[in-house]
């Protein structure tokens, strides 16, 4: 009898202490559960802080781009002169201090460049090469030092990446050519809507593109733009060139720009006035092309607020009465 009662009560003893195992286990799997629950939600709530502290750093941002459409219109309306007067190399450039953070802001002309688009013409919604354009695109790289044979050849392989059709150009590229890449890829056929998209063009290698890429831009017209004299650089001397073609040089364009009057030009006929293009029989299509106003502007906005940072640079269109509006907007680095 004492015998099964010995082995009774160390049976129930063995009993308890794999009780007691099962116990702590379930305390210990409960508290590491416990543990990666509240990790999780501690990164929850990190990442939803995070998302709202980027959504009203990209507010501001869109804040900022507001106030640059109302500069632009002011700077057009009261003083078309003024970025010239001011400084307007540089541009417009303002700081606000934010609850947080800051906000910076940058107001420039954009009305020097050449428009991508533009080297083709709208007839009937299809787009065809224009020759004249291509020429000046031609003559654009040869003033900035590339041969002829090269700059045709870019102009080509740009102009059959815009062209409705599929007939690639003398030097130019099509489906085909591209075809064959890895991957492959089409022509687009159409208008550019970023200046990146220059990344998929034949001949367009990265050396080229920061090469050109100061004096190109996109628009979302096949318009040529109009070059502002009153904010024209002496860099920007090849557009210049590029413009007008034979008969002027690099360095004539580079003196009608450094001599500018203090308080600019009045208008272009004041402009085409000057020396430099003394004797030389200017069409009345190529003297339209330069004014005296601002035709567009470039809003580059920096916002750092807490942990966060928005880059946004917009373009501006301005009206000829004036009106500013966005035609292209463009966020970059967010951290």
């Keep these: ?7 009774f009560l160390h049976k129930s003893a063995d009993e308890r202490g794999a009780a007691l195992v099962t116990i702590l286990l379930l305390v210990a799997i409960m508290s590491v559960g416990a543990a990666v629950a509240f990790e999780r939600l501690g990164f929850s709530i990190k990442r939803a802080t995070a998302v709202k502290t980027h959504d009203q750093a990209r507010l501001y941002a869109l804040g900022g781009e507001a106030m640059a459409l109302a500069a632009a219109e002011q700077l057009y309306r ?6 010239a007067l001011a400084g307007g190399n540089k541009g417009q450039v ?3 201090p934010l609850d947080g953070g800051q906000i910076d802001g940058a107001l420039s002309d954009a009305s020097n460049c050449f428009n991508i688009n533009s080297l083709v013409a709208v007839q009937n919604t299809v787009h065809i090469a ?19 044979f090269e700059a045709e050849k870019l102009a080509a392989s740009l102009t059959d990446w815009l062209d409705s059709d599929s007939r ?3 030097s130019g590229a099509e489906d085909y050519d591209y075809a064959a890449l ?11 809507a970023d200046i990146s998209e220059l990344r998929l063009v034949r001949g367009f290698t990265p050396e080229v593109r920061a090469f050109l890429a100061p004096y190109l831009c996109v628009r979302a017209t096949a318009e040529p733009i109009k070059l502002n004299a009153n904010t024209l650089r002496v860099s920007d001397a090849p557009l210049l060139v590029a413009l007008v073609g034979k008969g002027l040089d690099l360095e004539d364009a580079q003196r009608a720009i450094a001599e500018r009057p203090t308080g600019g030009y009045a208008d272009n006929a004041a402009f085409w006035r000057h020396r430099a293009f003394a004797g030389l029989t200017l069409d009345q299509n190529i003297r339209a ?7 567009a502007f470039d809003a580059k906005i920096s916002v750092s607020y807490h942990d966060a940072r928005v880059e946004l640079t917009s373009t501006l269109a301005l009206g000829d009465d004036g009106s500013a509006d966005v035609i292209a907007r463009r966020f970059g680095v967010i951290y």
């Design 1 to 7: 009898m004492t015998h099964i009662l010995h082995r």
């Design 289 to 295: 092309r330069v004014g005296v106003k601002p035709q």
């Design 78 to 83: 009261t003083n078309a002169k003024l970025l």
């Design 168 to 170: 690639p150009l003398p």
């Design 182 to 192: 890895s991957p492959a890829y089409r022509a687009a056929n159409g208008l550019m």
């Design 94 to 96: 303002v700081s606000y």
């Design 130 to 148: 224009d020759q004249a354009a291509m020429q000046r695109f031609v003559r654009l790289g040869a003033a900035l030092g590339l041969s002829d």
